[in-house]
């Protein structure tokens, strides 16, 4: 089976940094993505890592390590407007997408 | 360029009714998902379809079912409402077949079975 693992809250202030983890558990590995989701609104794709290394886009970095099984979504500069529900999410054989549970982030000023 | 589109945005039911959802997605994509997001929970994959056909669905009963018409838009059908069926249900569209690559969502059909 699939699963991932990633923290239920983080709380972090305006203008720091802030780190997401996520570990998983896969039967063949196509790749590690990232979605963010305001207020139960729609999951928009923030990342997506098929290789070992960091992603850089913007304020976002993306993290993997195939061989940890393990990936992070770092944040900047974190804003306000960053307080969202943050998702790892990895494809599987059958060509669906599994999602983790979600990591709640408040951003306080 | 539109998004993907859902309609109804929100549905209220009682229980033992059918409820029917609809998703138009990215002109061009072909491949369209459905997944179920209960309150504060994550997203459990529903059901995908590309090129009209059925390619996978997830450990959900059967009262949960769906199909793809040839303009790729996409309906999912819930018989039999329980209360637990609940949930924002999203429906995401990808250029890509089998979501390896980025996937495209709607805002949601919120239902709420009474």
């Known amino acids: 089976g699939q699963s991932l693992e990633q923290p239920s809250e983080v709380t972090a202030v305006e203008g720091a940094i802030v780190q997401i983890n996520c570990t998983y558990q896969t039967s063949g590995f196509y790749g590690l993505s990232w979605y963010q989701q305001h207020d139960g609104g729609a999951p928009t794709f923030l990342s997506y890592n098929a290789l070992d290394g960091l992603e850089e886009t913007g304020r976002f970095s993306s993290f993997l390590s195939r061989s940890d099984s393990y990936g992070y979504l770092l944040l900047q500069e974190l804003q306000m407007k960053d307080s969202a529900s943050y998702f790892c999410?990895?494809?599987?054989?059958?060509?669906?997408?599994?999602f983790g549970q979600g990591t709640e982030l408040s951003v306080k000023p | 360029e539109a998004g993907v589109t859902q309609s109804p945005t929100h549905l209220i039911k009682t229980r033992g009714q059918q409820a029917t959802l609809r998703c138009s997605p990215i002109s061009g994509h072909t491949s369209v998902y459905w997944y179920q997001q209960a309150l504060g929970l994550g997203l459990q994959f529903l059901l995908w379809?590309?090129?009209?056909?059925?390619?996978n669905r997830g450990n959900f009963p059967p009262r949960f079912s769906g199909r793809q018409f040839p303009n790729y838009s996409s309906e999912l059908n819930v018989n039999a409402l329980e209360l637990e069926d609940s949930a924002l249900y999203l429906c995401a569209s990808s250029l890509t077949q089998g979501a390896t690559g980025e996937l495209f969502f709607g805002e949601g059909s919120r239902l709420t079975v009474l």
């Open positions: 999410a990895v494809p599987n054989q059958g060509g669906k997408l599994i």
């Open positions: 379809y590309d090129e009209g056909e059925e390619r």
